[in-house]
């Protein structure tokens, strides 16, 4: 899919904007039905405890029992679901770049480094070493977050 759209992108010639553009479109179009599907859980979830049908019974609207008592419960999934998945982008678009589908040359892009570096790798390695720990750093980080933030907002973890 990714590749596809950026592929296409690369033929009508876009540049610049519309390039990062389309390769965001790519990748949420890719990632849209993921998160349809854990907000739906979370919201099915969510409506059939004690507190929402309070809320029925006192005679508040369904717009606001939506906003004021079940958004705020599904909110904490999708927040750590999206810094885990930041993790899995990053190295999507650094691949992309590294197979030349990514950013023009003269943007920077971690990608594009490791690609370049491929050339040098026998006689200067670290040239593609620090763009690789780059990427590998930054993954980590995103996923350490997210596993921070699940551990913090999961009401459902007793050691804490």
């Not at 909110?75 to 770049?97: D, E, F, K, M, N």
């Not at 491929?118 to 200067?124: F, G, L």
């Amino acid at each position: 899919m990714y590749l596809l759209i950026v592929t296409i992108a690369r033929e009508w010639k876009l540049e610049g904007i519309w390039n990062d553009l389309a390769l965001i479109f790519a990748l949420g179009s890719a990632y849209i039905p993921q998160v349809a599907r854990l907000v739906r859980g979370s919201v099915l979830a969510e409506k059939e405890k004690e507190y929402v049908e309070a809320s029925r019974i006192i005679g508040e609207s369904n717009l606001y029992t939506a906003l004021r008592q079940i958004l705020p419960n599904c909110i904490s999934p999708i927040i750590v679901h999206g810094t885990v998945r930041l993790g899995l982008v990053l190295l999507i678009i650094a691949a992309l770049s590294f197979l030349g589908l990514g950013s023009p040359p003269p943007t920077p892009d971690w990608g594009s480094d490791l690609a370049l570096a491929r050339d040098h790798m026998e006689t200067k390695p670290l040239i593609a070493v620090f763009p690789g720990l780059a990427i590998a750093y930054a993954v980590l980080a995103f996923n350490l977050f997210g596993d921070g933030l699940r551990d913090i907002l999961d009401p459902r973890l007793v050691d804490r």
